[in-house]
């Protein structure tokens, strides 16, 4: 688990379910499959572009000849795909928030550890690991290049970064006479399909970013890259992208990535009895489908509190765990320099409790107290829990000082700032000003600072020392504004002395 998911700042990930009769995985879904999950009023949406519902119904269509080329590509797994109705979204939120990236280890707690491995991706899709790393470099593009180019461009003004254009070649007519750039633009279009809908699905719509044209160029070359790098590399991405907008607390959190790899490989490695399946099969996304992986998360959901699931039921197989692993090897190494082993994270060893992901409703300085009171009531009343009580009481305090300090700088630091431009300010003396608008505004220097009061504050109508000169009223020229003063000084001059008689009678 990385730092972002530890301390009292960390936003995870909350998996509650609805007390209805609607199971967890019953999620909204859009015709392709992919779609989105709901939840309980401010927890997060998840929702994803992976569509094996899309990937299944075309596979299913591809004839023999369709499906030979398609085997020479080296992604022959995946004509064994089932067209999966849905996906359960929380159990990959559940997953990803899990990810180790820099251990590359995915971290169960107390079920255990398994690593992420290109082999084990391999295992679980059959995609092909060659020794050449997928990069972003331009080459020069072949004959089969330009002719998908064209024929993309054809289908949709996305070109070739469409999943509908491709889905469009991949279903269209080939035959034993079609030429051997006709073929190529199909294993194009299959590899552009699946890394779009499953490998490395973005969470735009019928849109893939073709980072791996380099791969593409040289059709006859397609095994001899490393696929299997180049999905966890992204995978890794999106737990990175996911993390972050957890911690943002988006109210729609997009997963993008691979996650069915850590769902079917998680689900894979756990002894769940008779729901697991044969060893030896391969690649295993062959022998899931939506029933056996449903059964299979209702297996290990475990109710924490009404409303709240996590996953941990079922322990991570011993020969699979990564921590187990190690303690074996170290006990066979008996050579002086005995290989570099995979370190896991720390939290492989201590075994702990699930933790319940906290919501996204703000928290109050009594929360804290009322947490001890109603979660530890054994100590609440004793000196642990008055220790507890003050410490956070403490910490409390010295955020607002120093928000009542920082407050305080910020209104001499404005003083200063309108001081200094007041200094080189040369437009006010251009309109006539004795002095800048800025230097005081008509407020004196010794004017103390506004102080933070608890008391609600007052406003009250500032006076004024001087009202400035009448202004014309629209319409009226100069002569009529100086009767209109002259008149308006008569009628003052008359009250005035009216006012001083009565006195005068009076006393």
């Known amino acids: 688990m990385t730092d972002l998911f530890s301390g009292i700042q960390a936003a995870m990930v909350i998996n509650r379910v609805e007390n209805s009769d609607q199971s967890p995985e019953d999620w909204v879904s859009d015709e392709d499959g992919s779609g989105g999950s709901t939840g309980l009023p401010g927890t997060p949406c998840f929702t994803s572009r992976l569509s094996l519902l899309k990937v299944g119904s075309v596979v299913a269509k591809f004839s023999d000849l369709k499906r030979q080329l398609v085997m020479e590509t080296g992604f022959g797994g995946f004509l064994e795909v089932k067209a999966w109705q849905k996906i359960n979204l929380k159990y990959s939120a559940f997953l990803m928030d899990r990810v180790h990236v820099e251990s590359s280890t995915i971290n169960l707690e107390e079920q255990g550890v398994l690593e992420l491995s290109e082999q084990n991706l391999n295992y679980v899709f059959g995609t092909p690991s060659g020794e050449s790393d997928i990069n972003g470099e331009g ?145 295993r996304i062959g022998l899931y489908d939506y029933d056996s992986m449903r059964k299979m998360v209702e297996k290990i959901e475990v109710n924490i509190s009404p409303g709240v699931i996590s996953y941990h039921g079922g322990a991570v197989r011993l020969e699979l765990s990564v921590s187990q692993l190690i303690e074996l090897q170290a006990k066979d190494t008996c050579s002086l320099n005995p290989p570099k082993q995979a370190t896991a994270p720390k939290r492989a060893s201590i075994p702990s409790t699930p933790m319940i992901r906290c919501n996204y409703t703000r928290t109050g300085p009594q929360d804290f107290s009322n947490y001890i009171r109603t979660k530890y009531p054994s100590i609440s009343a004793e000196k642990l829990g008055i220790l507890l009580r003050e410490q956070n009481a403490r910490g409390l305090a010295n955020i607002t000082e120093m928000c009542q300090a920082f407050q305080t700088n910020m209104f001499t630091f404005t003083d200063k700032l309108m001081a200094c431009l007041a200094e080189s300010c040369t437009c006010c003396k251009a309109f006539g000003r004795k002095s800048c608008i800025l230097n005081g505004e008509g407020i004196t220097n010794c004017q103390p600072h506004p102080t933070t009061s608890t008391v609600q504050n007052q406003f009250n109508t500032p006076l004024v020392s001087k009202v400035g000169p009448r202004l014309p009223a629209p319409g009226h020229h100069e002569g009529a504004m100086s009767a209109t003063s002259t008149a308006s000084r008569k009628r003052e001059g008359s009250i005035s002395s009216s006012v001083h008689s009565g006195l005068a009678k009076k006393q």
Request: glycine content about 4%; aromatic content about 12%.
């Open 139 to 283: 080459v020069k593009p072949s004959e089969a290049y330009i002719e998908y180019t064209r024929m993309a461009a054809s289908f949709s003004d996305k070109g070739t970064h469409s999943l509908k254009a491709a889905e469009n070649v991949l279903l269209g007519a080939l035959s034993e006479t079609s030429s051997q750039i006709q073929q190529d633009c199909f294993k194009i279009a299959f590899v552009i399909f699946i890394i779009g809908h499953v490998l490395a699905p973005t969470s735009k719509h019928d849109y893939i970013s073709i980072d791996f044209w380099a791969a593409l160029n040289d059709i006859s070359k397609i095994k001899s890259w490393n696929w299997g790098g180049y999905v966890l590399k992204n995978l890794f991405q999106a737990v990175r992208k996911f993390k972050t907008d957890v911690s943002k607390r988006n109210s729609t959190i997009h997963i993008v990535g691979c996650h069915l790899f850590l769902q079917v490989f998680v689900l894979d490695c756990l002894d769940l009895g008779i729901l697991n399946k044969p060893r030896e099969i391969t690649p």
